[in-house]
Each structure stands twice: as structure tokens, then as C-alpha cells.
């Protein structure tokens, strides 16, 4: 059995269109649009014979593929490398990487620390650093928003609310940008930040210890389960581990892509302006336009059809999340940042039961900035060329020039 990226080579099934395509080149994950259109216009699937996979970016199938846990799962990793063939960079994650009944255990877990009422409680201390970064800001006018605004900000508010005393800026970002490039091919990304990690993970496993967080966030929560004997020490390591793994780099991005839509298109800032209440559908309609998390891989676990095509046991499935959510089928205009669309069903969070887990955490992060944005910022400028910058799974901003025009 040949293995290809760490999985199971397949042929091309029935009826799949072959596509010499590398969704995982750096230009193309810079500006995927022209990419993702193209998958849509290949069918529900398409075979790519550089990587032996199928991917799929139409929204109904895509959906079925990546909310059907029985047949898709996620125990044999969310990347190219199949966890059954081949040993991964680190211990699989306890939430992201498992299935039932294991996964409903650590997923109660995670739904419990970042519940409604956790994030609730932090609404103040949210609201008071996101007016302070504003009003710096606004004071300065012109500013650099990847660095200054969209990792300055949940790097202000996030690892307290987990419960560290001393985050280190760049190794928490440049930790998620290893999880999230490890899921692509062994490219040049991948190697890259790869490079960081004798640095930045004996530091994240530390910062996971019990002994180094408060009494107070959302990791003691974790460590009092394992207190209740409902999960081991070791396993609340590994939770804390998901925390640092899937919350910093993607609210990072949530919070860049709302600021690039908003001076991108800046009649939809005038219309949030006018309608403030449409703030949280406006936040859903980031996540469908731009696709943080851009895609994910299921593996078939069985042999079993989607859409009369025959897929069989082992195959790799890229599940390109933002192909899907820019399918015309399922929203008409899909090229159009409209916030007041309501995009219901859009897969930026992913959908079924690994569905984010930290969304109430990551739309507590946006309001806060967005509101204090509405109090004090009248026009927001981009002043030079948004940049993208490359990922395995992240779609990103690697620069964004922006001028805030004070009230
Ligand atoms: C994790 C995790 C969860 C969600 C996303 C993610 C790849 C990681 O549990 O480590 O990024």
C-alpha cells in the first residue's frame, strides 16, 4: 500500500474529476477565490493526484462530509497525515482529534469552561481593553492593524481569561501557526514553522501545568474536572493544550478579516453605523466571506457514497470550508460582503459536533473591539495593499494598513 502525505493513495472514484491542483500553494492560499470557484465548478468532488485526496466545496456536500462523525472521522487527524498510519508531530489534541464516546467527554468539558455565563463574566474586562486599544488607536491614526489591533487585542484579553500570568506574544501565535500548517502537506510552510517548535513546545507543555495558571480562568475550570475525577491530570493538560492550540491565531484572524471587510467595503460600516444591532450578523457574515479556518480533512472510515460518488475506506477528504461558504447555491450573491444577509448555516465554525467550541469566546472578542470601534471611530481607511499570508489551514492577513478616522 502506497502512502502518499502520510495517508492511503486511492484512485480517482467513479464520476470525480481528476484536477492537477495545489490547494496548497502559497499563492493560492494567499487568494483562494478563483481556486475555490473552481472546485464548485468541478462537481461535489474532486480527485487531486499530487496529494491522493478528495476535496470537496460545494456547501450541501461538504456539510454531509464534515458533520457526519460516523463515516468522517477525526480520529485519524484532521490533516493530510492519516493518526492510523503514522505517528503525528505531537499527542493528537483530546477534542479536535478523537470521536465518540471519547470526544463527549473532553467536549463537556471545554463546553463548560467557555460557557455563556464564563464569557459573560469577562464582558467588562473585554469591553475596558478594547476602549483603551481603540483610543490608542485613534490617537495615532495611521497604524499596522494585523500587529497593532487584530494580535495586540486577544493577546490583551485571552490568555488572562485562560489563566496565565505571563503570555509570551510571539510563541502563542507562532504555536497556532504550527497546529494549523501541520494539517497541510510537508511543504515549505510546514517546515518553516515546524522549525520553531523545539522552542515554542516544551514552553506551551509548561504553560499547560496546573501549577501555572490562577485560580480563576478558564484552565482551572478544566483542572477542576479533573479535581471531580471526570478526566486525569494529564488529560486537563491537554485540554488547556486546545485552548492555546484553537484560540489564539483564529480569533487573530476573525478580528483582521472584520477590520479588512469593514475598510474593504466601507458602505457596510456605514450601514453598521446607522444599525448597531446588526453587529452579530455582520460578525457571521465575516466568518462566511473570509473563511478563517479555510479547511479541514475528515477521513472515510468506511466505504460509503455522498451524491451517488463511491468513496471507500481511508480516503482523505479536503473539506474546503471556504469554497463551500461562497457557494452560490446556497447564498445568491455570495461574492457580496452583506451584513445584513444572516448567512445561517455557514461552515466558518465549522458545523456538527466538533462545530468551535470558543465561539462564544471569539464573538464576546469582536463585539467588544466592534463596539468600541462604533463609540469612537467614524471612517476606517485602508491605506495600502492588504496583504495574505499563506497557511496550511488559516486564511490570514499578513499585513493591513489602516487609518481610523476619529469621531
Ligand atoms: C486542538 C485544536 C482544536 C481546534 C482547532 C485546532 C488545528 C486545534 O484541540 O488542539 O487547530
Redesign the pocket.
Known amino acids: 500500500m502506497g502512502l502518499i502525505e502520510g495517508h492511503m493513495a486511492i484512485e480517482p472514484p467513479d464520476g470525480v474529476p481528476v484536477w492537477d491542483v495545489d490547494p496548497y500553494d502559497p499563492v493560492i492560499l494567499a487568494n483562494p477565490d478563483d481556486y475555490y470557484a473552481e472546485l464548485r465548478e468541478k462537481g461535489p468532488f474532486a480527485y487531486i493526484p499530487k496529494y491522493s485526496i478528495l476535496a470537496c466545496g460545494r456547501h450541501d456536500e461538504t456539510h454531509e462530509v464534515f458533520s457526519d462523525w460516523e463515516r468522517f472521522v477525526s480520529s485519524r487527524g484532521?490533516g493530510l497525515q492519516d493518526f492510523s498510519l503514522e505517528t503525528p508531530w505531537r499527542p493528537p489534541?483530546?477534542?479536535?482529534?478523537v470521536d465518540p464516546p471519547y470526544h463527549s467527554r473532553t467536549r463537556k468539558i471545554l463546553v463548560r469552561a467557555l460557557s455563556p455565563k464564563a464569557t459573560a463574566a469577562l464582558a467588562d474586562k473585554f469591553q475596558s481593553a478594547a476602549d483603551t486599544l481603540i483610543d490608542a488607536l485613534v490617537e495615532k491614526g495611521r497604524f499596522e492593524a494585523v500587529e497593532d489591533l487584530a494580535e495586540a487585542y486577544p493577546i490583551s484579553v485571552f490568555p488572562g481569561a485562560v489563566g496565565f500570568r505571563q503570555p509570551d506574544k510571539r510563541r502563542l501565535i507562532d504555536y497556532?501557526a504550527m497546529?494549523?500548517n501541520a494539517?497541510g502537506p510537508d511543504n515549505e510552510l510546514r517546515r518553516t514553522a515546524m522549525a520553531r517548535g523545539p522552542d515554542i513546545v516544551p514552553w506551551i507543555t509548561e504553560q499547560c501545568r496546573r501549577e501555572n495558571l490562577d485560580a480563576s480562568g478558564f484552565g482551572a475550570t478544566i483542572y477542576a474536572a479533573a479535581d471531580e475525577g471526570e478526566i486525569t491530570e494529564e488529560e486537563a493538560g491537554m485540554l488547556v493544550?486546545?485552548l492555546l492550540?484553537?484560540g489564539v491565531d483564529?480569533t487573530v484572524t476573525g478580528l483582521g478579516s472584520t477590520l479588512w471587510c469593514f475598510a474593504t467595503f466601507p458602505d457596510q460600516f456605514e450601514k453598521l453605523k446607522a444599525d448597531p444591532s446588526l453587529l452579530r450578523p455582520a460578525f457571521e457574515e465575516v466568518l462566511r466571506f473570509t473563511t478563517p479556518?479555510h479547511s479541514f480533512c475528515r477521513t472515510a472510515n468506511l466505504d460509503t457514497t455522498v451524491s451517488g460518488i463511491e468513496i471507500c475506506q481511508g480516503t482523505k477528504i479536503l473539506c474546503v470550508l471556504g469554497a463551500a461558504n461562497g457557494d452560490e447555491r446556497k447564498w445568491p450573491g455570495a461574492d457580496r460582503f452583506d451584513i445584513s444577509r444572516r448567512p445561517m448555516g455557514h461552515l466558518g465554525m465549522g458545523a456538527g459536533i466538533h462545530n468551535c467550541v470558543g465561539q462564544n469566546l471569539a464573538r464576546a472578542e469582536v463585539a467588544a473591539v466592534m463596539k468600541a470601534i462604533l463609540n469612537k471611530v467614524d471612517g476606517i481607511e485602508l491605506t495600502g495593499k492588504a496583504v495574505w499570508r499563506p497557511n496550511n489551514?488559516i486564511h490570514a492577513l499578513d499585513k493591513l494598513p489602516i487609518a481610523f478616522k476619529g469621531k
Open positions: 484532521v489534541s483530546l477534542v479536535l482529534e497556532g497546529v494549523f494539517l493544550r486546545s492550540s484553537a483564529t479556518v489551514a
